[in-house]
Antibody
């Protein structure tokens, strides 16, 4: 079964740091680009970051650029999101998701992990 | 950044009725890069449609997508009880990838 499982969320004070992990199983992790998407309580989905299959290329939303770092360990089938200088507005459920592409054809984000809640509060 | 505007915000319908959800983009989006997701409370989003009109694996044929350019539509031909949820459109053709704000389909 193709599965993504996030961990590492929790309560952190403003200005603090947290590292999220996303463990992948059931597919060849090293062949896929991966994304982080977040969802503030009661709000919609917002793209955060992406990384290519070998980790050599990354991209970030302007709101997290310079504060968050996406990385991956293909030997451990794990995706990471290092979050520094956290702000109250970073409070959200963070999802990891696999990008499906066939050739140059975008086929969506699938699957998504169950999400991990990050709460930034004093 | 391409802004996706979904309408209506909430759709109140009865089981068995037809649901038509709209997603309008602020700039033209290649239909190849338009997807739809379903999200139920407390759950992760689930991919329904990609390429504007192709159903993802395991998605029932009551779900269909259409559209091009700046106007896209998700149609649920006959609502089943499990279809009451929030639906999001997404574009991936222009960086950054963006999502619409969602349409909630609720039981009338």
């Amino acid at each position: 079964e193709v599965q993504l499982v996030e961990s590492g969320g929790g309560l952190v004070q403003p200005g603090g740091s947290l590292r999220l992990s996303c463990a992948a199983s059931g597919f060849t992790f090293s062949s896929y680009w991966m994304h982080w998407v977040r969802q503030a309580p009661g709000k919609g989905l917002v793209w955060v970051s992406r990384i290519n299959s070998d980790g050599s290329s990354t991209s970030y939303a302007d709101s997290v650029k310079g504060r968050f770092t996406i990385s991956r360990d293909n030997a451990k089938n794990t995706l990471y999101l290092q979050m520094n200088s956290l702000r109250a507005e970073d409070t959200a459920v963070y999802y990891c998701a696999r990008l499906l592409v066939r050739g140059v054809m975008f086929e969506g984000f699938d699957p998504w992990g169950q999400g991990t809640l990050v709460t930034v509060s004093s | 950044e391409i802004v996706l505007t979904q309408s209506p915000g909430t759709l109140s319908l009865s089981p068995g009725e037809r649901a038509t959800l709209s997603c309008r983009a602020s700039q033209s989006v290649s239909s190849s890069y338009l997807a739809w997701y379903q999200q139920k409370p407390g759950q992760a989003p689930r991919l329904l449609i990609y390429g504007a009109s192709s159903r993802a694996t395991g998605i029932p044929d009551r779900f269909s997508g259409s559209g091009s350019g700046t106007d896209f539509t998700l149609t649920i031909s006959r609502l089943e009880p499990e279809d009451f949820a929030v639906y999001y459109c997404q574009q991936y053709g222009s960086s950054p990838c963006t999502f619409g704000q969602g349409t909630k389909v609720e039981i009338k």
